[in-house]
């Protein structure tokens, strides 16, 4: 049982370059997350999905793109990456009331 | 909107030291509580949670948090640390339905000196 799986571990983008962080869970979660942690600013949260087909905003999500095409997957694109995206991100999941969040180990982004 | 307050920043305290964490919230209805822990290198793991009953709730590695609903606050409490429960703590709270998002709050980082 792999949890959520997150990758990249690390990537370095140049601004203006846009990539996709991958996020895949195999415990049958309808509910999926992406936060990210920057010192002193505790987890913010940038998209969520409470199941395939339906995702939604959190605190943080401009620049950031999200889909749910199916329930494993959760990918978070960066369109236009800019240095102040600079950030550990977290993906997470957890089943449909149950609110206990289990995290992926997380990728590390620094944009130049 | 919800938010989540953590009043220290930084703790450096001794081994064998006692420990309380605060964390206060905003959110006047029903409410579901967590303080997850980030180990350095580490994601984050539930330390321990709280959805109803006794206010006083046991988590892993000898945690403990009380939650006072008068005070709004869920502080995180430990008798006697260890070197090993040098981390990062994250209080965080979201409404009883359980299915709106966590907020959490900025994190204490603890340092445990020998």
């Known amino acids: 049982n792999a949890g959520v799986t997150q990758t990249p571990k690390f990537q370095v983008l140049k601004t203006g370059q846009s990539m996709t962080l991958q996020c895949a869970q195999d415990?049958?979660?309808?509910?999926m997350s992406w936060y990210r942690q920057d010192p002193g600013m505790g987890l913010r949260l940038i998209h969520y999905?409470?199941?395939?087909?339906?995702?939604d905003q959190g605190e943080v999500p401009n620049g950031y793109n999200v889909s749910r095409s199916t329930t494993e997957d959760f990918p978070l694109r960066l369109l236009s990456a800019a240095p102040s995206q600079t950030s550990v991100y977290f993906c997470?999941?957890?089943?449909?009331?149950?609110?206990?969040?289990?995290f992926g180990a997380g990728s590390r982004l620094t944009v130049l | 909107a919800q938010s989540v307050s953590q009043h220290n920043h930084h703790v450096i305290l001794s081994e064998a030291a006692s420990l309380e964490l605060g964390c206060n919230y905003s959110?006047?209805?029903?409410?579901?509580l967590f303080w997850y822990v980030q180990y350095p290198g580490q994601h984050l793991q539930l330390l321990l949670k709280y959805f109803s009953g006794d206010p006083l709730v046991k988590g892993i590695k000898g945690f403990e948090a009380e939650f006072i609903k008068s005070k709004f606050s869920f502080n995180l409490r430990k008798p006697s640390v260890q070197w090993s429960d040098t981390a990062e703590y994250f209080c965080a709270v979201t409404p009883g339905s359980g299915n709106t998002p966590l907020v959490f709050g900025k994190g204490t980082r603890l340092s445990v000196i020998a």
């Open positions: 999905s409470v199941g395939a087909g339906i995702t």
């Open positions: 415990m049958n979660h309808e509910y």
């Open positions: 959110y006047g209805g029903t409410v579901n």
């Open positions: 997470a999941s957890h089943h449909y009331g149950a609110n206990v969040l289990t």
